[in-house]
Nanobody, 119 residues
């Protein structure tokens, strides 16, 4: 019953934009910090953005202001607005807790949503 579902990916040209959505069953984003991860071909999955329960956000440095994470608690949805996309942004994008380990476990991973940036 605890499930994360990512959507909104697709094929976009360099310089284009996409907005990804993450919805959840069995977890409230008003009570849990959330993040967006991505996994590019041949690469490890990496956290690119996070948002806390109170709305504070954080990003990896290489985004250079191109990505914006937000959420709508009423819809229990987190978003990732991606602008000025480059081929290096091509990856499968996932949502999950931004930090987890021994005491705070990762949520079950969804299937992610594919973002492909290509001419």
């Amino acid at each position: 019953q605890l499930q994360l579902v990512e959507s909104g990916g697709g094929l976009v040209q360099p310089g284009g934009s996409l907005r990804l959505s993450c919805t959840a069953s069995g977890i409230s984003f008003s009570r849990n910090n959330m993040g967006w991860y991505r996994q590019a071909p041949g690469k490890q999955r990496e956290l690119v953005a996070s948002i806390t329960t109170d709305g504070s956000t954080d990003y990896v440095d290489f985004l250079k202001g191109r990505f914006t994470i937000s959420k709508d608690n009423a819809k229990n949805t987190v978003y990732l607005q991606m602008n000025s996309l480059t081929p290096e942004d091509t990856a499968v994008y996932y949502c999950n807790r931004p930090r987890f380990g021994m005491t705070l476990v990762a949520l079950p991973w969804g299937q992610g949503t594919q973002v492909t940036v290509s001419s």
